[in-house]
């Protein structure tokens, strides 16, 4: 028979893998509607928190094109110049997948400090790209206020995505 080929385990396989992109689409919104305090000065960077960890983690569930897809919509939804986003979440997977297997090793508290020197350069980056722009429309101390709510949120999101993590199945490893 045709069918014979579908089971159950492979549906419950993909709907599996489908979790981390329905929860970065959930990540996206958030960025975009949560106001955590009036003027929007301390709203941390969701996405680039998601990229971060499974960059480290599962390189395989948030691949380029996603950093990329997810950065143009993330601009398209805030008013950012197009393409702002995009790049700094290639950036972000492209620095954190070369030191993978650093990271990997590494306590929680290295993670931390590693994401929050990856977070700092990218704000900064983004900043400056939107000043050469001229669309600056914040000063060093939004600049900082956004580095630091994301290092200080990075915690529970990062407690969320390895929730998450374990709901995924076991990396397929025969290709390497």
């Given at each position: 028979?045709?069918?014979?080929?579908?089971?159950?385990?492979?549906?419950?396989?993909?709907?599996?893998?489908?979790?981390?992109?329905?929860?970065?689409?959930?990540?996206v919104?958030?960025?975009?509607?949560?106001?955590?305090?009036?003027?929007?000065?301390?709203?941390?960077?969701?996405?680039?928190?998601?990229?971060?960890?499974?960059?480290?983690y599962?390189?395989?569930?948030?691949?380029?094109?996603?950093?990329?897809?997810?950065?143009?919509?993330?601009?398209?939804?805030?008013?950012?110049?197009?393409?702002l986003?995009?790049?700094?979440?290639?950036?972000?997977?492209?620095?954190?997948?070369?030191?993978?297997?650093?990271?990997?090793?590494?306590?929680?508290?290295?993670?931390?400090?590693?994401f929050?020197?990856?977070?700092?350069?990218?704000?900064?980056?983004?900043?400056?790209?939107?000043?050469?722009?001229?669309?600056?429309?914040?000063?060093?101390?939004?600049?900082l206020?956004?580095?630091?709510?994301?290092?200080?949120?990075?915690?529970?999101?990062?407690?969320?995505?390895?929730?998450?993590?374990?709901?995924?199945?076991?990396?397929d490893?025969?290709?390497?």
């Amino acid at each position: 028979m045709i069918y014979q080929d579908i089971s159950w385990k492979r549906v419950e396989g993909f709907l599996r893998l489908s979790v981390p992109h329905i929860l970065l689409l959930l990540l996206v919104i958030l960025n975009v509607s949560l106001p955590l305090v009036p003027g929007d000065i301390f709203k941390p960077q969701l996405v680039a928190m998601a990229a971060y960890y499974w960059a480290v983690y599962r390189p395989t569930i948030m691949p380029v094109y996603l950093c990329f897809a997810s950065g143009l919509v993330l601009d398209t939804l805030i008013g950012t110049p197009l393409g702002l986003n995009a790049i700094s979440l290639i950036l972000i997977h492209w620095l954190v997948r070369s030191q993978r297997r650093f990271l990997t090793g590494q306590t929680y508290i290295a993670i931390l400090t590693v994401f929050a020197l990856v977070i700092s350069g990218v704000s900064l980056l983004q900043w400056g790209l939107m000043a050469l722009v001229g669309d600056a429309p914040f000063g060093v101390m939004m600049l900082l206020a956004t580095a630091g709510s994301s290092i200080i949120v990075f915690p529970l999101a990062s407690l969320i995505l390895w929730q998450v993590h374990r709901l995924l199945p076991a990396p397929d490893n025969r290709y390497g």
